[in-house]
Structures are given as structure tokens and as C-alpha cells.
């Protein structure tokens, strides 16, 4: 897929396909994107887990009401950084935020399905996060990227946003 075309296509899906999983080694190929995203005084404070028992992903959906559709993915992807190792703190989230799309985009190449979820800042959930995985104080958990592998019944819908770019 060309770069322009995987931006202009890629959506938020929340369904999922009953009878067939990734394998952690196909999430883990499109985890890798996210090397490639600029970091803020190249902190490089991200680190991201693949959660693959499926009692976590039923501890997960729970955390939520928006969660629902967790425990039905394939895996997730638990974004976390580390906190010992920032060298600008209050860029942290730029990164994530870069690196998290650039993991959505290679899942996109690969026709896989995905949705964001947040889970900072809000530190009640973080901590029960935390405290579930048994991290150590320095990892936070930044968010949730819930893969499905496609279900032709359940194409994403088209986007639909009024927008317009002014020129200043
Ligand atoms: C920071 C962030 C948090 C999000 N959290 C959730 C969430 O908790 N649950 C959910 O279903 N979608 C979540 N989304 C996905 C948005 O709902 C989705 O991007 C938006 O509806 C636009 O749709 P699109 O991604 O298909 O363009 C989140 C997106 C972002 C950027």
C-alpha cells in the first residue's frame, strides 16, 4: 500500500473475527514501526509489550466500559515508556502519539484491524494496569491497540469529517 493511500484509509475497527487469531510473531512484525518515529531529544523511552493470555485480555476489557471489544482481539499491544530514561518529560506523549500511528499504519499495510485506546493520563487506571502486570514503578502504561484479523462482513465505514485547511 503507498503511503498516502494507507493515511487516507486507515480506521478505528472494533469488531472481530471469531475462528481466526494473529500469531504473536505477525503483531510483533508491525509492533516494530515504531522505531521509526521521531522522539523528542531522541529520548527513546518507549517500550511496548504484546499481552497474549487471554485472562489478561478479559482483565483488560473490564477496566472500561469502552473496552468491550478487548477480550474478543486478537492480542494487544500495551504501549508503555519508561520513565527512568526521559530526558524530556513533558514530550513523552509526542512520542507515543508517533510511534502509535506508525504502528497503526503497518497494521494497516497488512489488512489487519486495530483501535487506540487510551489509558493515560488517568492515573486510577494506570495503576490498576500496573499493579495487574506486576510492572515495575518506572513503566506506564500509555495505551491499548486492540488487532483483529478482517472480517469481510464488517468493513470499517468511510470518513466523515468537515474539514478545511486555512491558509494563514
Ligand atoms: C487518544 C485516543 C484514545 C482513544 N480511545 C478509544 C477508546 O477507548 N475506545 C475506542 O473504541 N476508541 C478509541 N479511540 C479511537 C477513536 O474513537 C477513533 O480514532 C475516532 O472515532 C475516529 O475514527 P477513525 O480512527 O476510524 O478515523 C481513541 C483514539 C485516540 C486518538
Not at 65 to 90: E, G, R, T
Request: overall charge neutral; aromatic content about 14%; some cysteine.
Amino acid at each position: 500500500m503507498q503511503t498516502l493511500e494507507a493515511i487516507k484509509t486507515r480506521r478505528s475497527v472494533r469488531s472481530y473475527s471469531d475462528t481466526q487469531k494473529l500469531t504473536p510473531e505477525q503483531i510483533a512484525e508491525v509492533v516494530e514501526y515504531w522505531l521509526y518515529a521521531p522522539s523528542a531529544h531522541n529520548q527513546q523511552a518507549r517500550k511496548f509489550f504484546i499481552v497474549t493470555k487471554q485472562k489478561d485480555l478479559d482483565f483488560l476489557g473490564e477496566l472500561m466500559q469502552w473496552w468491550k471489544m478487548i477480550p474478543k482481539s486478537s492480542w494487544v499491544v500495551l504501549a508503555c515508556f519508561d520513565d527512568s530514561k526521559l530526558k524530556s518529560p513533558d514530550f513523552i506523549q509526542q512520542d507515543m502519539w508517533a510511534s502509535i500511528q506508525n504502528i497503526l499504519l503497518a497494521i494497516h499495510d497488512k489488512w489487519y484491524w486495530a483501535v487506540w485506546v487510551w489509558t493515560y493520563p488517568r492515573e486510577k487506571v494506570l495503576d490498576e494496569i500496573k499493579k495487574y502486570f506486576d510492572f515495575p514503578t518506572n513503566i506506564i502504561p500509555f495505551a491499548i491497540l486492540a488487532i483483529w484479523v478482517p472480517n469481510e462482513e464488517l468493513m470499517p465505514k468511510n470518513l466523515k469529517v468537515d474539514w478545511k485547511i486555512e491558509i494563514l
